[in-house]
């Protein structure tokens, strides 16, 4: 397996809601936060810090991502690309991939219910974290 390290600086895009999956990513150092879209906003559904893994539900269902992705500060990176995931996963017993599944299912549809009733979370980010003049700078970021 190929891991590929990589050091990005904030407002750096990893990835779009609704690209076509092609890396997994888990989080050495920094945070990224993970944004839904809900009609004309952006929502925060996740920051991800060291230790976490991002991207992992497209990668798994094959589906596009659900949520976009923004670096907030300096990160150092680990991306996994799809053929050395999905050939680590063939080597996974059945049941551990159903019950993954299961997982992001779920985690899914929390996601899109906080979304749609636009939560914001203070585990996640206040409204003062996340005022309105930033939540356009990131859709600026995401439109480009």
């Known amino acids: 397996m190929s891991d590929n ?27 990224v936060l993970c944004l839904k879209s ?3 906003r952006l929502i925060p559904v996740f920051l991800a810090k060291a230790g976490d893994i991002i991207g992992e539900s497209a990668m798994l269902d094959g589906a596009p991502y659900t949520y976009s992705a923004i670096v907030l500060s300096h990160s150092e990176l680990i991306y996994v690309n799809n053929a050395d995931f999905r050939s680590v996963l063939a080597k996974a017993p059945q049941w551990l991939s159903d019950l993954t599944l ?28 996340f005022p309105a003049s930033l939540e356009v700078e990131y859709k600026k970021l995401l439109s480009q």
């Open 102 to 129: 299961t997982m992001i299912s779920r985690f899914q549809s929390t996601a899109g219910l906080i979304a749609e009733n636009k939560v914001l979370s203070p585990l996640i980010l206040s409204e003062e974290e």
């Open 38 to 40: 809900s009609k004309e």
């Open 5 to 31: 390290i990589i050091y990005l600086n904030s407002k750096s895009v990893l990835f779009r809601e609704g690209e076509t999956a092609s890396k997994l990513i888990i989080i050495k150092s920094g945070e």
